[in-house]
């Protein structure tokens, strides 16, 4: 194949992330553009090659026939119908998370998918972070033995201002645990390899935001939570979120214990941890750097969007099937949506409620 022509649709600040990343891509080159919104769209214009076609509708760029794969880089809240319109091409698809901001969406979309030839990824980069990466590998090389605990931890800054103000209120976001999250749930199902049944969770808006309006409206967003995830054979995950917690030295620490050891990644630190039971202790277990040589653009996710384009375009080219899918889309989305109804309605909360089966 020749180059890959790419479209990228919304080119607010992840769009202009895809855009760089995808310019370190061998053979990829954007051809297009489109946001509805004008300085976004100058913004995407100029970030991208000097033949790059602008539009103000993602439907023009689908309809001008100039590209071969689209990346999906709006808000939440658009995610569903901009699927909608575009899986109905043969154009190869990569949606940023989360998918769609609800289950029943998420089941549409997914359904939709299966009926396609051309590729349809979801954008769980997170996957990709070299710890994170190594951590799985530690983890499938059973490193711990049957995997028994999970526990991620993100202790980082507040949510970024968006264009308009979309990402105030949990009726464009998905809530905090779809919108940011969905990439932990995700991670715990790849780590596991299974899917939940349950969900209890706590959480709340305690510091962030509290005294934000937009058109007399306050803003709605959770800024901390703590999400217990159920397991078949009594295996558990669990997720510590607080978002008002920047003077911290790591923002992720991801940690697997099972039956023979425990292994953790810690990110930006870029460290793997590893310890056996009867061969180590607390405080001297195996501690390794983590880097990737080859990562050619960091970008605002240590790399993980490189990686994962490099694995997207290689699968465009040889016809391979994608390695982050609608299903594993669809699962992240729904733990979050479980995760917010324990809190409103303060019970465990089944993942079959979800998703209606």
């Not at 710890?131 to 033995?145: E, F, H, K, N, Q």
């Not at 997720?239 to 953790?264: I, P, R, W, Y």
């Not at 979050?336 to 465990?348: K, L, Y």
Request: glycine share 8%; net charge negative.
């Amino acid at each position: 194949m020749d180059d890959i022509r790419y479209g990228i649709i919304g080119t607010g600040m992840m769009g202009i992330e895809h855009i760089e990343n995808l310019a370190e891509v061998d053979g990829a080159v954007v051809t297009a553009v489109a946001d509805p919104n004008a300085d976004s769209l100058a913004a995407g214009i100029d970030a991208s090659p000097d033949h790059v076609q602008g539009f103000s509708d993602y439907r023009a760029l689908v309809d001008a026939d100039v590209c071969d794969a689209l990346v999906i880089v709006s808000p939440n809240h658009t995610h569903h119908q901009i699927l909608l319109d575009v899986l109905d091409t043969e154009l190869h698809v990569l949606t940023e998370k989360p998918m769609c901001t609800t289950t029943s969406h998420c089941i549409e979309v997914h359904e939709l998918a299966q009926q396609r030839q051309a590729l349809t990824w979801v954008g769980l980069e997170y996957r990709y972070m070299p710890p994170v990466a190594a951590l799985i590998d530690a983890v499938r090389s059973d490193a711990v033995g049957d995997v028994q605990m999970v526990a991620i931890r993100e202790h980082r800054f507040p949510f970024l201002v968006k264009v308009d103000n979309w990402n105030r209120f949990n009726r464009n976001t998905g809530g905090t645990l779809v919108e940011k999250c969905c990439h932990f749930f995700d991670l715990m199902n790849l780590i596991v390899q299974a899917h939940p049944v349950a969900v209890i969770a706590s959480g709340g808006q305690n510091v962030n935001h509290l005294d934000e309006t937009y058109d007399g409206e306050p803003s709605d967003i959770l800024d901390n939570a703590y999400v217990i995830v159920e397991y078949p054979g009594g295996v558990r995950a669990m997720l510590d979120l607080c978002m008002f917690a920047e003077a911290t030295h790591n923002q992720e620490e991801v940690s697997v214990v099972g039956t023979t050891g425990k292994v953790e990644a810690l990110i930006p630190e870029n460290v793997l941890r590893c310890g056996t039971r009867g061969t180590h202790v607390i405080g001297d277990v195996e501690t390794t750097s983590i880097s990737n040589d080859d990562v050619r653009i960091a970008g605002f996710h240590h790399g993980s969007s490189y990686l994962e384009h490099v694995d997207f375009a290689h699968a465009i080219r040889t016809g391979g099937p994608a390695k982050v899918t609608t299903a594993d889309g669809l699962w992240s989305v729904a733990i979050g949506e479980a995760a917010h109804r324990s809190i409103d309605e303060q019970r465990r909360v089944e993942l079959r409620e979800i998703l209606g089966s």
